[in-house]
Nanobody
């Protein structure tokens, strides 16, 4: 059983930086791959980044070069740092967890989800 809660969303201006974090719980939480997905109005949920239990990151094409995902297993926390924010980054950002080893770029691979945190980037 895993529980996830996201924090850190808000209203920012284009070009700003923002840090989101996801707090997890569960006795084997450190074994999970953790991902950030986002969903903008009228669009499908898309991968932002995921990080494996070995702390190996993978990034979606839309955020490469502007995003860093990391985790602190001692605190059961996962972080997403974004820079050079653009209006198209506006979305609800979700934290998700999976024990699977393949297809980690897809929404259906994840078993547990947080409720999301809104990020709005103004021009």
């Amino acid at each position: 059983q895993v529980q996830l809660v996201e924090f850190g969303g808000g209203l920012v201006q284009a070009g700003d930086s923002l840090r989101l974090f996801c707090a997890g719980s569960g006795p084997t939480f450190f074994c999970y791959t953790i991902a950030w997905f986002r969903q903008a109005p009228g669009k499908e949920r898309e991968l932002v980044a995921f990080i494996t239990s070995f702390s190996i990151p993978t990034y979606g094409d839309s955020v490469k070069g502007r995003c860093t995902i990391s985790r602190d297993n001692a605190k059961n926390e996962i972080y997403l740092e974004m820079s050079s924010l653009k209006p198209e980054d506006t979305a609800v950002y979700y934290c998700a967890a999976s024990l699977r080893k393949m297809a980690l770029e897809y929404v259906g691979t994840y078993d547990y989800w947080g409720q999301g945190t809104q990020v709005t980037v103004s021009s």
